[in-house]
């Protein structure tokens, strides 16, 4: 049998434990989903058009920026790039996963994907690269990270004073340092050192030199052009 088709099951127990597993990081998510439902909310958006937008986009950053062009006349063209921009990453998320999500129907697929976020998405091909079925954390941790989401969303139209700006008291570091966790946590040679350095320097210039939040897809392609040139030994 293929190696990524026995990789691509998913059953019930698959998926509990993929929410128990990222259940410790959703707690500091639910602190964010607070903070965009305080700025929705003064924004002067309804308290189901909040609910509504974290539910249907999960994309924190992207809902934030929105906020920032929100008004009496939305400029659709704007918020259309913007969003976009931001979450272009989705789509190199989706090229690394498809060896594994082909294997599962469209709608089983896509579905899937509806709930990955850069957590969920780092831990699970951590897991896949050690030959592990990782569709339970893709799937159940996703479920885990948008529930409390949508949890902070709520408490932040009720409650939101409490976290005015989550920056301040050092939440804004947590996904940061997950994410770096998981890649101290993966591999460790010569072709991997390389890939992460072209990645991090490209990521800085352009950061530093091109347009706002393209540094994630410009570091992201670097690296995997790198990855896919500097192939390891028997592929």
């Not at 026995?6 to 989903?33: E, N």
């Not at 929105?66 to 789509?91: C, E, K, M, S």
Request: hydrophobic share 55%.
């Amino acid at each position: 049998m293929d190696t990524h088709a026995a990789q691509a099951r998913l059953d019930r127990q698959d998926t509990w434990q993929g929410f128990k597993q990222l259940l410790p990081l959703s707690f500091f998510v639910a602190a964010f989903g607070l903070a965009f439902g305080l700025a929705a909310h003064q924004t002067g958006l309804g308290d189901g058009h909040i609910v509504l937008m974290s539910a249907a986009v999960f994309a924190g950053t992207s809902q934030f920026a929105a906020l920032d062009i929100w008004g009496l006349q939305v400029p659709v063209v704007p918020l259309a790039i913007t969003t976009f921009a931001i979450n272009a990453r989705h789509l190199l998320m989706g090229a690394t996963l498809y060896p594994w999500l082909r294997h599962l129907p469209p709608a089983r697929r896509y579905g899937i994907m509806l709930f990955a976020s850069d957590a969920n998405w780092a831990l699970a091909m951590q897991q896949f690269h050690k030959g592990e079925r990782a569709l339970g954390i893709l799937f159940g941790g996703g479920m885990a990270i948008w529930s409390f989401w949508m949890v902070g969303t709520w408490l932040g139209i009720r409650f939101g004073s409490a976290i005015e700006d989550p920056v301040s008291i050092g939440l804004d570091m947590v996904l940061g340092c997950f994410l770096l966790a998981m890649a101290l946590g993966a591999r460790k040679d010569i072709r991997t050192l390389a890939i992460w350095v072209v990645a991090a320097a490209s990521s800085m210039a352009a950061y530093w030199w091109l347009p706002e939040n393209s540094h994630v897809v410009v570091g992201a392609l670097a690296g995997g052009l790198l990855g896919a040139i500097w192939m390891e030994k028997g592929e």
